[in-house]
């Protein structure tokens, strides 16, 4: 028996569940009971993140306390993962005492090994509200292109990113009030110490996706930076320990102590079920000499793959921690094919999907979208319907409706005392030895691609021997009960593979099927000379007016909840595009045109930029290494190293002329241009594209 502890990532006690959310607790849960089901031990625990500069905000504009106010949120998580089947053992918050330990003892340990270090930091502060400012507490106008209203880490009309001191006219979201600069001293965890571990790390015993691993290798390219671990009062957090008594307080930020939140809320789990049955010891899963006797998986998005798979397991083993076993990342939640809406009703919460439909409708969905790649998922309401329909209730569920009559009112509820299919039966029994391998390998599509193939079989033989047409004929009496008993067997089968992801459901049929246990271990002992119980409807089908009412709660919803403070949608953006648009001479007169058959020789391409450094001996030139969907990077000299910092580029997508001759320079072949706009002589704005742009698709 394996011992497992799991995590999902922590949710933000600033607001609602959303379907987003429950796509990852969800997947987590599935595994959990897979793996609990195949008899071993298993841990699920999970915490509110509660501390940071937002929530504090938060709480204030509620008139509470920030405790009041992470409180209030935990109990509505806590109730919507409920309506969803989530089966947290534990279920807790970063702001207690366990927390507040771990933190202070990991920083503690990794300060004492060298690996803490402080430095003077000029930021924005707000002089009414007497705080620090974060970037997406500032605006101001684009210092590219003029745009009022940016926020201070990049222009959403023209694309350029820029450091918050940029801005022109910047003033305090907070307040309105124009922020002044102050210095003031952070402390760093020096990450760039453990690039050896972390490089080893992160390709070792298959602890990482190999398409996260191949991510982070950018990052280990481009040259691992020092971490940021500090914030300034007031701030709604741990303060950090032993600094000096005439420093003004210092804060863990949040990103410090959110991951750590994992371990409080096991310790917390190993404290209440202390001097129990069902006890467990902490050390058994977090000393760093028990890494290979138990294991620990982190469940998380794609987004915050560089805080799990660097930062975390680099301050583990820098404070003398175990490392997790595995870091499963998934991709984000798309809602017929578009980033969830609220305009269009499609940014869904919980309790608004509760309120309208069965949460197992949805856990069975996603569990067919879901994989172990990193892939976006795609809710699309008319498959999602037609899906559940199809497979739960016209599938799944059928085969008892069609069977368990003829049993009860026939037999009184008795099976055979033998398998009038023993064949048919073995293959559906050794299937699960392939479903059981697609959960534990989170392949859960392929598995439910199984099960569903398992109920194909069990409705083509029932369709081949119409047991309600034999009912019909004289001396047929045993057939039937045969046929019919075979059938509810292969349903009994379907119940044990379906049960980590309809739990509700299959415990309904338990009881209909008059067993004890749903284990995959279960399966191998078939019901001969077994009574059931009077079957019950297990399902109801998805009805379309449902989906629409759903939709239109949740545009309600936000016509309900919507504050001057909520983060802008598209429209400012698209009305400030406009009024630069105005701002054309569309008159002017054009004389030097080119032929369409000139501007299609050029081709440009979609290119991610995986590196971006000085080139020595060159005081005008940047040094690009790009992927442009080919086999090689390219390397690309740009004359705009007056205008850039190389970390300022560096992941963007950009555009690339790739079939310019590659021109050979003293520092190297350049092998494209990287398009730009404005004037050379005073500023140019490296062209960057949306992250949804796919690399090497050619411009058009």
Same mark, same amino acid.
């Given at each position: ?49 509660? =501390? ?46 366990? +927390? ?15 690996? @803490? ?96 691993? *191949? ?114 990342? =998934? ?16 940014? @869904? ?5 509760? &309120? ?20 976006? %998922? ?8 037609? &899906? ?10 059928? %085969? ?40 534990? +390998? ?29 009912? &019909? ?59 059931? *119980? ?59 045109? @080119? ?39 390219? *390397?690309?000299?740009?004359? %705009? ?17 790739? *079939? ?31 992250? +949804? ?8």
């Amino acid at each position: 028996m394996r011992e497992i502890l799991v995590t999902s990532a922590l949710p933000y006690a600033n607001g609602d569940i959303h379907l987003g959310h429950l796509l990852e607790h969800i997947q987590t849960d599935i595994w959990t009971r897979a793996m609990k089901a195949q008899g071993h031990q298993v841990t699920l625990v999970c915490a509110d993140d509660a =501390h940071g500069t937002a929530i504090m905000l938060k709480a204030k504009d509620n008139g509470i306390t920030p405790e009041e106010q992470i409180a209030t949120v935990k109990a509505s998580h806590e109730a919507d993962f409920a309506k969803f089947l989530i089966d947290f053992d534990n279920y807790y918050t970063t702001h207690s005492e366990e +927390n507040k330990h771990f933190s202070e003892l990991i920083y503690r340990r990794l300060r004492d090994s060298g690996h @803490i270090s402080t430095r003077d930091v000029e930021q924005l502060f707000d002089p009414e509200k007497q705080l620090f400012l974060a970037d997406r507490f500032v605006k101001g106008t684009c210092p590219e292109c003029d745009s009022p209203d940016q926020y201070g880490d990049n222009c959403e009309v023209c694309g350029t990113t820029y450091d918050a001191t940029d801005l022109k006219n910047p003033y305090s979201t907070l307040s309105a009030a124009t922020p002044v600069l102050k210095t003031s001293k952070h402390y760093f965890f020096d990450l760039p110490g453990f690039e050896q571990f972390l490089k080893d790390w992160t390709r070792s015993d298959n602890r990482l996706q190999v398409s996260v691993a *191949n991510k982070l290798q950018e990052w280990f390219d481009a040259g691992l930076a020092s971490w940021d671990i500090s914030r300034d009062g007031p701030y709604f957090g741990f303060q950090i320990p032993d600094t000096p008594s005439d420093e003004p307080d210092k804060y863990f930020y949040v990103w410090l102590d959110a991951p750590v939140g994992y371990m409080a809320s096991f310790k917390n789990l190993c404290d209440k079920r202390a001097g129990t049955d069902n006890a467990l010891d902490f050390d058994r899963y977090w000393a760093q000499e028990n890494e290979h006797k138990t294991e620990v998986y982190h469940f998380i998005g794609k987004d915050i793959v560089y805080f799990h798979a660097l930062f975390w397991p680099a301050m583990l083993a820098g404070s003398e921690f175990r490392t997790p076993t595995g870091v499963f990342a =998934h991709g984000f939640l798309m809602v017929n094919g578009e980033k969830m809406s609220k305009s269009r009703g499609t940014f @869904i919460k919980a309790q608004t999907y509760a &309120k309208h439909l069965h949460p197992e409708y949805l856990r069975y969905y996603f569990a067919s979208k879901l994989s172990n790649k990193v892939e976006d %998922i795609n809710l699309d309401f008319e498959d999602f319907m037609q &899906k559940v329909n199809s497979d739960l209730v016209g599938k799944v569920v059928n %085969i008892a409706s069609r069977s368990a009559g003829f049993l009860v009112k026939k037999y009184d509820g008795m099976l055979t005392e033998v398998c009038a299919e023993p064949r048919l039966l073995e293959d559906m029994t050794k299937t699960g030895e392939e479903i059981a391998a697609a959960y534990e +390998n989170r392949e859960f599509s392929r598995a439910m691609r199984l099960i569903m193939q398992c109920a194909d079989k069990a409705n083509e033989y029932i369709d081949e021997k119409k047991p309600w047409s034999l009912a &019909k004929q004289e001396g047929t009496e045993q057939e039937v009960q045969e046929v019919c008993s075979v059938a509810i067997n292969i349903f009994r089968q379907l119940m044990v593979y379906l049960a980590p992801v309809l739990p509700e459901l299959t415990a309904n049929a338990k009881e209909f099927l008059n067993i004890d246990s749903l284990s995959f271990a279960s399966r191998n002992e078939w019901l001969l000379g077994h009574k059931i *119980n009077k079957f019950k409807p297990l399902m109801q089908r998805i009805e379309e007016k449902d989906i629409a009412a759903m939709v239109e709660d949740s545009k309600a919803s936000l016509a309900v909840t919507a504050t001057p403070t909520a983060t802008p949608d598209v429209e400012p953006a698209a009305k400030n595009s406009q009024l630069a648009a105005e701002d054309i001479d569309i008159n002017a007169e054009q004389t030097d045109y @080119i032929g369409i058959d000139d501007f299609a020789k050029v081709e440009m391409k979609v290119a991610h930029v995986i590196a971006c450094n000085y080139v020595e001996g060159a005081d005008k030139l940047l040094q690009f290494t790009l992927d442009v969907g080919e086999a090689q990077p390219r *390397n690309v000299f740009s004359g %705009i190293r007056k205008f850039y910092e190389p970390e300022q580029l560096l992941d963007k997508k950009v555009i690339c002329v790739t *079939n310019l001759t590659p021109r050979k320079m003293k520092f190297g072949l350049s092998e494209g241009m990287v398009l730009s706009t404005g004037n050379p002589k005073t500023q140019l704005t490296v062209v960057t594209l949306p992250d +949804n742009c796919v690399i090497g698709d050619i411009l058009a």
